[in-house]
């Protein structure tokens, strides 16, 4: 077993009526005074942040909303919400949506603790974070697992940067889960996120630790079948409790660092994906399957061996099937036939900004490796040239 720490301890509530919860169990934690992140109103027009409001009060807690978070949140809004929850004295921050609107909970939380600092210092990594706000999340949208994990991204849009910081005051107090919040999410949201959550695992199972953890092997391994075998219920019948509990549970355990333990986080291909979306505000999901394929065709021969075991292991491709070559090569194929089999793209010229001039694909590399001054990625660390020639081979 490799040496690994490990500390996840957002309190969980699971299953239907979760979100009845919520004034309880803030008011456990000291909550009195809520400022609750909302995106663009679905939550509204639901009854859902009603229901939640109604807790709150039932609970004696004071509370205050703000709406208009964006997929790709924006680093403006997050500094106008902290301005608002500092004026009303907020302790406890409530997000109630997805993952952007989750992150952009995260960084009014920072920003309240800390008011003398704009919280891009934190991002930019001009100031170490050392404090924060009590966060609470009533998940919508089974993708980003920021619901538990210690991340959190953002984009600054005078500066045309996405990107995110790691750290254990990202980790939410409250969760609450109930699947039946994600009936209505437009299929469309439904396969990226089922797509994000896969990369949150493929991106911690390719790694340069040559002997990682079994256990840790075999948890992915299984959340990454399940999540595939659940998909291909949810896309027909996105009422199915049993599989949107399936998806929404492996979302939290694919990011909450358990599926990394003994190896380290690649997360190249995010790397990719933030400069897209940075650019073309591309649908994240959509911007990690876009390369993916390309990514794997260009690393895969690092490590052989380790793709062949995730061909056998996650895509039932035979023993006998070949070397590990064709296998590894069989495997790839596999994943990317997945993501086309559910609607994602997997080519640059799928993405509304579809086909790019040479000169976009050097800005882009610009910006993934900070004009060729840093590597991203630990399985094959990507230079300047290797994200070119990465974005080049996906630009078909």
Known sequence: MQNFTFKCPTDITFGRGAEEQVGKKIKEYGGTHVFIVYGGGSVVRSGLLARVERTLTEAGIAFTVRGGVQPNPLVSHAREGVREAIAFHADFILAVGGGSVIDTAKAIAHGVANPKTDIWDFWSGRAKLEASTPVAVVLTLAAAGSETSDSAVLTNEEMGIKGGINTPFNRPTLAFLNPELTYTVPQKQLVAGISDILMHTLERYFTDV???????????????????????????????????????????????????????????????????????????????????????????????????????????????????????????????????????????????????????????????????????????PLDWKAVNDIYTMANH
């Open 210 to 380: 040559k002997e990682p953890n079994r256990l840790t092997d075999l948890i992915a391994e299984s959340l990454l079948k399940d999540v595939v075998a659940s998909a291909r219920v949810a896309i027909k019948d996105p009422t199915n409790y049993d599989a949107m509990s399936e998806i929404m549970w492996a979302g939290s355990v694919s990011h909450c660092n358990l599926t990394e333990l003994g190896r380290k986080k690649d997360f190249s291909c995010h790397k990719l994906g933030h400069a897209l979306s940075a650019k073309f505000n591309t649908t994240h999901g959509e911007s990690l399957t876009a390369v993916w394929g390309a990514w794997a065709e260009y690393v895969h021969e690092d490590d052989l061996a380790r793709f062949a075991h995730f061909a056998e292991a996650v895509w039932d491709v035979p023993k006998d099937f070949g070397d590990d070559r064709a296998k590894a090569e069989g495997g790839i194929y596999r994943q990317v036939a997945f993501f086309r089999e559910i609607g994602m793209p997997t080519s640059l010229s799928e993405l509304p900004s579809g086909i790019l001039k040479d000169t976009t694909i050097h800005d882009l590399s610009d910006l993934v490796t900070a004009k060729g001054t840093k590597t991203v990625g630990c399985f094959h």
